[in-house]
């Protein structure tokens, strides 16, 4: 066997390892993954997550999806709690508290002011009779089983169980709240990802710089207005302010002859694609579908609010 197949064989054994390792945890949550839901639920302040070590990488990410996805969190680290971090919790909050083993000493002073001050505490270790898990309000057991590096010391298995149950968490938090893909922009607006979950109002040009003209409008005003806007198009409106259609290059080149003895609404092409301006941009470049430029922005009245150019997404990065 080549040292690259055995480096294949070492990868493939961790991650089946792994693998198997969510499927138990996901066979053994009961009724203590619903109790910690409610307690988090429930909570008046915000969730801190502690834990030392790897369990303390764990833990850090764990409040990082937990403060993005609408639940209030941050991590605490054991060590600073004994050094004056502990008084950034408050009785308002819940703590969530990570250790494989449960008997992590630098855990100590934190479990102790949690109960000290009766601050609601969810435990997760392996060890159903540890310090942490006999001391806690809600304890979640994770199961026993080797780690992946096959001699126990190198916290691989027991770190990925603890990933999956804190995305788990976060989860179940979000739907409950309904948490919206638009709620998670207001935590994300730097970014491709933030730039995807754009609403159309944020990117749309409004007021004076809409082209728009009046069904009866002659053909020779519609044409400076198209010109002057700078977008290449032009909404027709009907006397009540209502878009009615969209005069493009092509309606154009079908009425070249006679076109300036026309008006607006005889050249137009009515009932045009429009969207509604709290759309997600993503939403009106599906719209677009690579054949159309612009798209007006009406309510549902088709009154209209906005124009939105293809550009303006691409300058936003949503494409």
Same mark, same amino acid.
């Given at each position: 066997?080549?040292?690259?197949?055995?480096?294949?064989?070492?990868?493939?054994?961790?991650?089946?390892?792994?693998? +198997?390792?969510?499927?138990?945890?996901?066979?053994?949550?009961?009724?203590?993954?619903?109790?910690?839901?409610?307690?988090?639920?429930?909570?008046?302040?915000?969730?801190?997550?502690?834990?030392? =070590?790897?369990?303390?990488?764990?833990?850090?990410?764990?409040?990082?999806?937990?403060?993005?996805?609408?639940?209030?969190?941050?991590?605490?680290?054991?060590?600073?709690?004994?050094?004056?971090?502990?008084?950034?919790?408050?009785? =308002?909050?819940?703590?969530?508290?990570?250790?494989?083993?449960?008997?992590? @000493?630098?855990? +100590?002073?934190?479990?102790?002011?949690?109960?000290?001050?009766?601050? @609601?505490?969810?435990?997760?270790?392996?060890?159903?009779?540890?310090?942490? %898990?006999?001391?806690?309000?809600?304890?979640?057991?994770?199961?026993?089983?080797?780690?992946?590096?096959?001699?126990?010391?190198?916290?691989?298995?027991?770190?990925?169980?603890?990933?999956?149950?804190?995305?788990?968490?976060?989860?179940?938090?979000?739907?409950?709240?309904?948490?919206?893909?638009?709620?998670?922009?207001?935590?994300?607006?730097?970014?491709? %990802?933030?730039?995807?979950?754009?609403?159309?109002?944020?990117?749309?040009? =409004?007021? *004076?710089?809409?082209?728009?003209?009046? $069904?009866?409008? @002659?053909?020779? *005003?519609?044409?400076?207005?198209?010109?002057?806007?700078?977008?290449?198009?032009?909404?027709?409106?009907? +006397?009540?302010?209502?878009?009615?259609?969209?005069?493009?290059?092509?309606?154009?080149?079908?009425?070249?002859?006679?076109?300036? *003895?026309?008006?607006? =609404?005889?050249?137009?092409?009515?009932? @045009?694609?429009?969207?509604?301006?709290? +759309?997600?941009?993503? $939403?009106?470049?599906?719209?677009?579908?690579?054949?159309?430029?612009?798209?007006?922005?009406?309510?549902? *009245?088709?009154?209209?609010?906005?124009? %939105?150019?293809?550009?303006?997404? %691409?300058?936003?990065?949503?494409?």
């Amino acid at each position: 066997m080549t040292d690259h197949q055995k480096f294949l064989a070492t990868a493939t054994r961790v991650i089946d390892a792994e693998a +198997a390792a969510l499927q138990t945890l996901s066979a053994s949550l009961g009724d203590s993954f619903g109790e910690a839901v409610s307690l988090l639920l429930a909570a008046k302040g915000r969730v801190i997550v502690s834990g030392m =070590g790897k369990s303390g990488h764990i833990a850090r990410k764990m409040a990082a999806t937990f403060a993005s996805t609408g639940t209030p969190a941050h991590f605490v680290h054991p060590a600073e709690a004994s050094h004056g971090d502990l008084g950034m919790m408050t009785s =308002g909050d819940v703590v969530i508290v990570l250790s494989n083993s449960g008997e992590t @000493p630098e855990l +100590a002073d934190l479990v102790a002011y949690t109960r000290r001050f009766d601050i @609601p505490m969810i435990g997760v270790a392996s060890r159903e009779t540890s310090t942490l %898990l006999t001391q806690s309000d809600v304890a979640i057991l994770l199961p026993q089983l080797g780690e992946a590096c096959g001699t126990g010391i190198v916290p691989t298995t027991s770190t990925t169980m603890t990933l999956a149950l804190g995305d788990a968490l976060a989860i179940a938090l979000m739907e409950h709240r309904k948490f919206t893909p638009e709620n998670f922009r207001d935590f994300h607006p730097g970014g491709k %990802l933030g730039a995807k979950l754009a609403k159309v109002r944020d990117l749309m040009h =409004g007021g *004076d710089s809409i082209p728009l003209v009046s $069904e009866n409008t @002659p053909m020779s *005003d519609t044409l400076l207005t198209i010109s002057q806007k700078g977008f290449g198009v032009v909404g027709v409106m009907d +006397a009540k302010g209502y878009l009615q259609g969209i005069i493009t290059d092509g309606d154009l080149r079908r009425h070249m002859t006679g076109l300036l *003895d026309m008006t607006a =609404g005889q050249v137009m092409t009515s009932q @045009p694609r429009t969207v509604r301006p709290d +759309a997600l941009a993503a $939403e009106a470049i599906g719209v677009m579908e690579g054949k159309i430029t612009c798209l007006f922005v009406v309510d549902d *009245d088709m009154k209209t609010q906005g124009i %939105l150019h293809i550009h303006d997404c %691409l300058r936003a990065g949503v494409v």
